[in-house]
């Protein structure tokens, strides 16, 4: 379900890290091979590669492509060389730190990576930043969103398939209830989505449109303009539908007057690797044309090169 | 810092397991045999011991302790026989299901072991419950004791020993700020005991005390019955001076009226193997009369023996 490319027989890591140091070095940058290389390696070789580039030229990869290209092009080509958990625990922090009502960053992180893939992040995040994500994430929110951000963050939550069917009926009704009485932030309402599997929520989020009549986010939608609102169903979403989330933010990000080339960036290097092939199908469907071709569209040069290698080329 | 003693040359796990197999089988238990072996062997030990028992003998080792002793004795060999994070696991999925205000294993656990030791907690809970730590207190407690214990069992603490003394002072301020107002369970005072490193939140008592003339403690003491008051000191003795609370457990379980057995063998199986040296040399101090000696006067037979065994004889 990625959408990266990688050849059949691959370089070994000493020869890209040459050919990576070669793009750099002399007359200009060869833009070209950083692409080629970079976007068609795996999280392990370009680990490899770093680490040979590091040994052999005394310097961080990260630190001459740093150098050596700008702007939105170096901002993929950076977050998609990093480690998906280094890559994580980066755009957590600049989350955390930047934090806004309405951001959502903290929340995908959270929600729609798996408990083990969230504990590397909140490892890297210590090495990182000598600090841990829940400690910047509290300090950096307030009220309501932190009551809510704080237990996502530090979650490890079970991920078996076993569902408890009378829970999820009883919990369907304590969610009911509290929105019903508007009490949106109630801890019970934190509890049961912070804390309970993902199959277990989801279960709940079942009955509770079958029991119900709606689907929980069509009733929490009663003020659009409401962050706190906006900031619960994200978290639904990214647990129980992550892709058809991740496609609306995509769609967003292309669609905005000026695209949110951070959005993009974010989305389509955090997920080549993973599960951008259902995004993409996602994408076409709901938008009537192929994601490369809306990318192409809206973006150029070699950030439209890099993007598109990643995303790869849609069937004719 | 332990107290167990392993022999310098230690028989492979296939005798040991050979040896317990015997001691159950036939004309009663041979109890000595169990303690000689348990007792004396490290976690890594134990684990290939159960290992083989269960591949040779088609049962869990537990299993077949369980069927052959039983009382303290039979709890204090399973509890010391499991390994570290097992074992807290068990203990708190136990301490989840009977909470009651004033139960403090939980703070024990989550407060008292290193960021990767609570995490593998977590993940054996997992493997064992189906579900998570977290989730067990969340739907187990209530109220203040839920805000409190929520986020200390979810924390992954950064554990490097760097200070920010301009944040020790402001959090100190803050801390003492709502103490003084007897807002005990505002979320500050919960952010900053349950995100912040170790060495931070120590870094910040030292400052309370310098700043405000009282230990935290003290000024966490003007209700003793309170049991909410009682909580949050158990989580800074627990952060700042894990020893000399584990030394108190074990006093006040043996100086109740009818021993503690429950905390005494809880507090021993847990620290035999970290730090049952110093929490030792603290109860001779503070009790004038060795632990061994004390042990012995309030516990008898195999269960006595055991206890002895991971304690360690005194200096005549």
Request: hydrophobic share 40%.
């Amino acid at each position: 379900m990625a959408t990266i490319s990688i050849p059949e027989t691959i370089p070994s890591p000493i020869e890209d890290a040459e050919l990576l140091r070669k793009a750099f070095v002399g007359w200009g940058t060869d833009e070209n091979t950083i692409i080629s290389i970079l976007a068609h390696r795996s999280p392990s070789q370009r680990r490899l590669i770093r680490e040979h580039y590091a040994r052999t030229y005394g310097e961080d990869l990260l630190k001459s492509l740093d150098k050596e290209i700008s702007g939105d092009f170096e901002r993929v080509v950076l977050l998609w060389t990093l480690d998906p958990a280094e890559r994580d625990a980066l755009l957590a922090n600049e989350a955390a730190r930047k934090w806004h009502p309405g951001n959502n960053v903290i929340i995908e992180i959270a929600c729609a990576r798996s408990s083990e893939e969230l504990f590397a992040i909140r490892r890297a995040y210590h090495a990182r930043y000598k600090r841990s994500l829940e400690e910047d994430v509290a300090a950096h929110t307030t009220g309501d969103f932190r009551k809510l951000l704080v237990p996502l963050v530090s979650a490890y939550r079970y991920e078996g398939p076993e569902v408890n069917m009378t829970l999820a009926k009883s919990e369907a009704k304590i969610l009911h209830g509290k929105i019903a009485e508007k009490a949106y932030s109630h801890e019970e309402i934190i509890r049961i989505l912070t804390t309970r599997s993902k199959a277990q929520v989801i279960a709940t989020l079942n009955h509770y449109n079958d029991e119900f009549g709606n689907p929980i986010n069509k009733d929490l939608k009663t003020d659009p303009k409401d962050d706190f609102l906006s900031t619960l169903r994200a978290v639904i979403r990214c647990i129980s539908t992550p892709e058809k989330y991740f496609e609306k933010v995509i769609r967003l990000a292309i669609n905005k007057l000026g695209t949110d080339e951070g959005a993009l960036t974010r989305i389509v290097t955090t997920r080549a690797a993973v599960d951008m092939k259902v995004i993409k199908d996602l994408y076409h469907k709901r938008n009537s044309v192929p994601l490369s071709r809306a990318i192409s569209k809206d973006t150029s040069g070699d950030y439209e090169a890099m993007l598109l290698a990643l995303v790869g080329q849609d069937d004719a």
